[in-house]
C-alpha cells in the first residue's frame, strides 16, 4: 500500500510527523507538505508563480505553496505511479461544518480525490495537540477498517476527539453541522499608523444537533462525514430552468 500524506498545517508540524510515523509500518508513505503554516488556503492553486520543491532530512518534502499545490505537485510530477490513498493532516483544530469550505486540511484531501484516488482530512477536535500520538494511532485503525468498504472514490472528513488512545473506541458517520456568521475582523494599526484587519473568529454552531459532526466530537466520538464536490443546487435548477424558459 502507498500513501501520500500532506497537510496545511506545514511540513513541521506535529500532526503530520505522528501521522506518518503511525503510517509508516503499514504503508510505503512519501509526504509532501507546504513550507510553511498555509492555513484557510482551501483549494487554491499558486498560479501566479513556480513552485520550488525541496526535501528535509527526515525525508519529507516541502513545496513553498499550498495544500492543493502539494498533493497536485505529487501526483503530476514526483511520484512514478498514484499513491493508493491520500491522507490530509492531522490538523491542528478541528474541520466542521463551514469549516471545511476553508480548510486547506481537507483541500489537500479533495486535490486528491478530484484525481480519482481515494483521501481522507484527519483533524483534532480541538486545539493544541494534546493526544496527538494517541489520534495518530486511531487514524491509522480507521484507514485498516474502512480502506477497502466504501466505492471508490472517496473523500472523508474526519475530527478525532483529544483523548487517549483507550478512549477513542466510538466512530460515528455524521453530517457536517453549520456554524454562525463569522466574527467580525479586527481593525489594527500597523507600525506605520496604517489600518489593518484581521479576520476574525469563526460563528458559533448553529446546527450542531445529534448527527452532525459537532454533536459527535462534543460527546467524545469521532466523527467520519463523506463528502461530495458537487455544488449544484438541485432543488433550485428546475425552478431556474423554468424562469430562463
Known sequence: MKILISNDDGYLAPGINALANALAPIAEIVVVAPDSNRSGASNSLSLDRPLSVQQAANGFYFVNGTPSDC????????????????VSGINNGPNMGDDTLYSGTVAAATEGYLFGIPAIAFSQG????????????????????YY???????????????????????VVATRLGRRHQSEPVIKAKDPRGRDIYWIGPPG???????????HACANGSTSIT??????????????LAKALA
Open 71 to 86: 498533493v497536485h505537485v505529487a501526483l503530476t510530477a514526483l511520484l512514478d505511479a498514484p499513491p493508493d490513498l491520500v
Open 126 to 145: 480541538t486545539y493544541g495537540w494534546e493526544h496527538i500520538d494517541d489520534a495518530a494511532r486511531h487514524a491509522r485503525d480507521i484507514i485498516q477498517r
Open 148 to 170: 477497502e468498504t466504501l466505492p471508490r472514490p472517496y473523500l472523508l472528513n474526519v475530527n478525532i476527539p483529544n483523548r487517549p488512545y483507550g478512549q477513542l473506541n466510538q
Open 204 to 214: 458559533a454552531c448553529k446546527d450542531a444537533g445529534e448527527g452532525t459532526d459537532f
Open 226 to 239: 463523506p463528502l461530495q464536490i458537487d455544488l449544484t443546487h438541485s432543488t433550485q435548477l428546475n425552478a
